[in-house]
C-alpha cells in the first residue's frame, strides 16, 4: 500500500503542484456536462492503480475456473497466484509515477485502497477458498479477514494524517500490518500448490468433520488468516517505513 502524494499531508505544508492537480480533477468530476469527463479526470498514477486492481480482480477469476476444473490441473490456480504480485507491483508504481510526474489526487487515494482491498484482501481469500478451506467455518473466517483487510485501509485513510512525519512528509510507520503483506500467506499457498496439498489434502487436515452434520467443521489451518486479520488492524503493531 504505497503513499500516494494525495493524502493528507501536514497542515503548514505549503501548496504544491499536486494541490493544483487536484483541483483541476475535482472541477472535472463536478462538472454536470462532458463525455468522457471520468477518463479525462484521472492522471496516469491512478491508470496504474487501476492495474492493480485489474490483477487481483483476474487472480478471483483465475481461482473460480480452478474450481470448476479438474482438481488436478493446476494451471489456473498458478495463474491466480501469479497476478497476485503484479497487483503489488503496480500498487508499488502509482506512488512512483505520482510522485515523478507531481501530479495525485484524492481519488487516486480511494482508488489505491479499493485495488489494494481487491488484489490482497479478496484475491487470497478466493484463493484459499478454491484449494480447500470450504467449510462454513473457513469461510467466517476468510469474510473476517477480508473485513479486517477492509477496516484497516479505511482506517489507513483517515488516520494517515495524524501519524508522525519524517522531514520529507513521509509517515513514518504503518499502524497495523500493511494489507500487501498477505502476499507471504499466497506464498503459502503457492508452496502447498506445489506440493500436491489442497482440497482433502491440507495440511493439517480438518477438525470436527462429523460435527453437526460438518457445520462445525474446520481447517485449522485458517487461523493464519484470522492472526492476520488481527495483526492488520492492530493499532499497538507499528512497521517502520523504508
Not at 485489474?54 to 480452478?66: D, E, K, T, V
Not at 501519524?163 to 510507520?173: F, I, L, M
Not at 506464498?187 to 500436491?196: I, K, N, S
Request: aromatic share 10%; net charge positive; charged share 15%.
Amino acid at each position: 500500500m504505497s503513499r500516494r502524494p494525495g493524502m493528507p499531508a501536514e497542515k503548514d505544508a505549503a501548496p504544491s503542484a499536486s494541490n493544483s492537480s487536484q483541483d483541476k480533477q475535482k472541477l472535472l468530476l463536478e462538472s454536470p456536462t462532458g463525455h468522457f469527463s471520468l477518463i479525462k479526470a484521472m492522471h496516469l498514477a491512478d491508470l496504474i492503480t487501476e492495474l492493480n486492481g485489474f490483477c487481483g480482480f483476474m487472480s478471483i477469476l483465475c481461482s473460480l475456473r480452478y474450481c470448476l476444473g479438474p482438481p488436478t490441473s493446476f494451471a489456473n490456480a498458478w495463474a491466480a497466484l501469479a497476478f497476485m504480485p503484479f497487483g503489488l507491483f503496480f500498487d508499488f508504481m502509482d506512488g512512483k509515477v505520482a510522485r515523478w510526474r507531481g501530479k495525485s489526487s484524492l481519488m487516486g487515494q480511494e482508488l489505491d485502497s479499493l485495488a489494494d482491498l481487491i488484489s490482497f484482501g479478496v484475491a487470497p481469500a478466493t484463493f484459499a477458498f478454491a484449494i480447500g478451506l470450504r467449510t462454513p467455518l473457513d469461510t467466517l473466517v476468510l469474510a473476517f479477514f477480508v473485513l479486517c483487510g477492509l477496516t484497516r485501509l479505511a482506517r489507513f485513510n483517515v488516520t494517515v494524517a495524524a501519524v508522525p512525519k519524517d522531514a520529507s512528509g513521509k509517515s513514518k510507520y504503518f499502524e497495523g500490518t500493511p494489507i500487501p503483506t498477505t502476499l507471504a500467506i499466497a506464498a503459502a499457498m503457492a508452496y502447498c500448490v506445489g506440493q500436491g496439498r489442497v482440497l482433502e489434502q491440507v495440511p493439517g487436515g480438518v477438525w470436527a468433520a462429523e460435527a453437526l452434520g460438518g457445520v462445525l467443521a474446520v481447517h485449522p489451518v485458517v487461523a493464519v488468516f484470522a492472526v492476520w486479520g488481527g495483526m492488520m488492524t492492530s493499532r499497538s503493531i507499528r512497521i517502520p517505513k523504508i
